[in-house]
């Protein structure tokens, strides 16, 4: 028993002894950064990255409302710019880059081949327009009234059946089946589970993933979130992004 509460205190001690960097990370970075988790922690033993995800929208406002990051990555610079203003980060610098593209189930059976078959979906799923793939997915329908024309644009938001508030979300939707269609970063599409269609070249939208400090309440000594930062714009987390399906900023 004495073995066992001597085992505990040294685990706890050690836990207690790590660095905590808090890091808020769009969805869409979701797998990417349980590998760049790793990496790190690999390499910077005394530091433990403690990440959450939710949609860029939602972390920028649980850092308004005062939650503890140290870190902010969001898939829209327009949140961190944001948070900028109030005073709550600093600078932010581009570490990836993704693509819009649509997304569609494994056995597509309504046959999407491309972005002019889209109004043949009876259902499809996109994000809220507060999210960064919401706004982007707009950005698309808006160009795609010059290009296919406006009833082509009307019939394809008429068959908008639900919006979601982060990509995971979206892209759960068409891997269970419970959607036809949905518009999604093309690293959504990496892990098998949905096929990618892309968008012609007139349509195309990049997203821009910025990693910004965040002036977190109480906490004064910045050494390791800045070290993070700057490792994160670096080969190493460069590589392991790329991995992911995302490209260089």
Not at 16 to 22: K, L, N, P, Q, T
Not at 173 to 192: C, H, I, N, W
Not at 208 to 215: E, G, S
Request: proline share 3%.
């Amino acid at each position: 028993m004495r073995r066992v509460v001597l085992l505990l205190w040294l685990l706890l001690g050690c836990a207690g002894d790590a660095d905590v960097v808090s890091v808020f990370a769009a969805s869409s970075l979701t797998d990417a950064f349980a590998d760049l988790e790793r990496a790190y922690e690999a390499t910077h033993p005394g530091v433990d990255l403690q990440v959450t995800h939710a949609g860029s929208q939602v972390l920028r406002l649980q850092i308004e409302q005062g939650a503890g990051a140290d870190v902010f990555v969001s898939a829209d610079a327009r949140h961190v710019e944001a948070l900028r203003g109030g005073g709550l980060a600093g600078q932010a610098v581009a570490i990836a880059t993704n693509e819009l593209v649509i997304g569609v189930p494994l056995d597509d059976r309504v046959g999407i081949r491309e972005f002019a078959d889209l109004d043949r979906a009876g259902r499809i799923v996109v994000g809220t327009a507060d999210v960064p793939v919401g706004a982007y997915t707009r950005q698309v329908l808006t160009t795609a009234e010059q290009t296919h024309g406006a009833a082509f644009v009307y019939a394809v938001r008429a068959r908008v059946v639900s919006e979601e508030s982060n990509v995971r979300l979206v892209r759960a939707k068409v891997a269970l089946g419970e959607a036809d269609a949905a518009f999604l970063y093309r690293t959504d599409t990496v892990s098998g589970a949905v096929r990618a269609v892309e968008l012609p070249s007139e349509l195309r939208v990049r997203a821009t993933y910025v990693a910004a400090p965040v002036a977190r309440p109480g906490r004064t000594d910045h050494a390791s979130r800045d070290a993070f930062l700057a490792w994160l714009r670096g080969p190493e987390a460069r590589t392991v992004l790329e991995g992911g399906g995302f490209g260089a900023p």
